[in-house]
């Protein structure tokens, strides 16, 4: 079993993490959990297949740029844990996105490691903390943030940020 984990000093990542499940369809497309969840809480998607995710963001935080972003950009902490049967894909930058109040959504940065960004492999019962960085136009604020942890084949997980 592999186990990532990062620390952040900023106050971004939860230290205890309250577990809600929010119930969700595999239509072919694109659904959206009835009642979306602050930022904090947990929410469950199921696949196709009956793969599992939870995931749990942090609420958007204007600090990007102390964590390579460039200037203006914004951080996001997210926790997905693998519930099975198999192994879960991981790639923030096709699956995880901050919504502005016009609608536009922004994926992350990818930088050089799997904290960051970059696509990696979590293995059933596994843990990825990551700590992500949205590049969002000046004045520019966060609304929403959502998930897509299947592609548009499965549910589409949605907090207000």
Known sequence: MAL????????TMP??????TTTTTTA????????PGGAGTSQTATGATGQRVTATPTHPGRQGLQFGGPPGSWDLGLIV???GPGVFQSVPASQIAL????GRSYAPVVMDTALTGLPS?????????????????????PVAVTFVPFGASGPTLHWTA
């Open 4 to 11: 990532t984990g990062a620390g952040c000093t900023s106050g």
């Open 15 to 20: 230290a205890a993490v309250a577990h809600v």
């Open 28 to 35: 072919p497309i694109l659904s959206t959990a009835s009642t």
């Open 81 to 83: 844990e693998n519930m």
């Open 99 to 102: 919504v502005d109040a016009s």
């Open 121 to 141: 492999a979590l293995p059933a019962t596994g843990q990825l903390r990551m700590l992500l960085v949205f590049p969002l136009p000046a004045g520019d604020t």
